[in-house]
C-alpha cells in the first residue's frame, strides 16, 4: 500500500469513528491539520507538534474541548485497533497525545477570552475579575452590601476526577447554577473547582440554595467519570465589611 493510500485511509477510519461517536458538525471535521496528523504517526515521527496545531485549529473552529478530546480519542481507537467500533474511550488517550491536542487548543480560548471577555470559555461563566468589579458597584451602591448581598458557593472535589473529567464536572455544575440562578444574578468561577453566585437575601435564597445541591448532583449523577469529585458541596458566604476584604476573600475561596 503506498503512502498516500495509507494516509486516505487512516484519514476514513479516524472521520468514521469521529461521526459515530456523535461529531455534530460533520462538515467541520476535515481539516489540513487531520492530514498533518495522520501523516506524522504514519511516518513514525513524534506528532506533538501536529497535535498542537489541530488542538488549535478545532478552537479556531469552534469546537469545545469535549468534542476536540473524542476526536482524538477517535484517532487513537482507530491505531490501535484498525477495526474499532463504538465510543472512543478519551481517559485511554496517552498523556502526550492529550496534553499537547488541549494545549493547542486552550491556546487559542485563552486569547479569545483576554481578547472579548468577562466569561470563562469553559462553564460559561463570568470570571473572578469581573466578579470583583461587580463586587465593587455592590459596595458603592450601598453602605450595608454586607446585609444585602451574599456570595453562594460551589466547590467540587475535582481531585478525585481524572484527565478531562475534571472539566466536564465543573461544566455540569455550572449548568446547575445558571438553572437555579436566573434572574439576573452574577455567576463566576473563582478557580478550577469553585463557582460562587453574589445574590440578594431574600426569603427564597434558601430553597434556591437547596435545589442547586439536589439539581448539582444530579448532573454529576449522570456520567460517572465525574461522579468521584461531588458531592458539591454548597454553602452561603456573608459578605466582609469592605470591597477590598472582599476580593481578599475570593482570593482565598478560589484556592
Known sequence: MGVAQAERLLKSRWRTATMAAGWAFPADWPLAEVDDVCAAVLEGADPGDVLARLGRARAEAGADLGETLVDLAALHAVLTDPSHVGAPDVDALPSGMLRMTALGWADVVTRQAGDCAAENPLTGLATAAYLRTRLGEVYRETPVAPLDYVLVLLRLDVH??????????????????????????????LGPSVAAVLVRRDELLSRKVSNLRVLAADRLADDPNVRPAGPAKVWIERLPDSHTEACALLTSLGR
Open 160 to 189: 478525585r476526577a481524572s484527565g478531562w473529567s475534571r472539566v466536564v464536572a465543573m461544566t455540569l455544575v455550572s449548568d446547575a447554577l445558571r438553572t437555579v440562578f436566573d434572574s439576573g444574578e452574577t455567576l463566576a468561577t
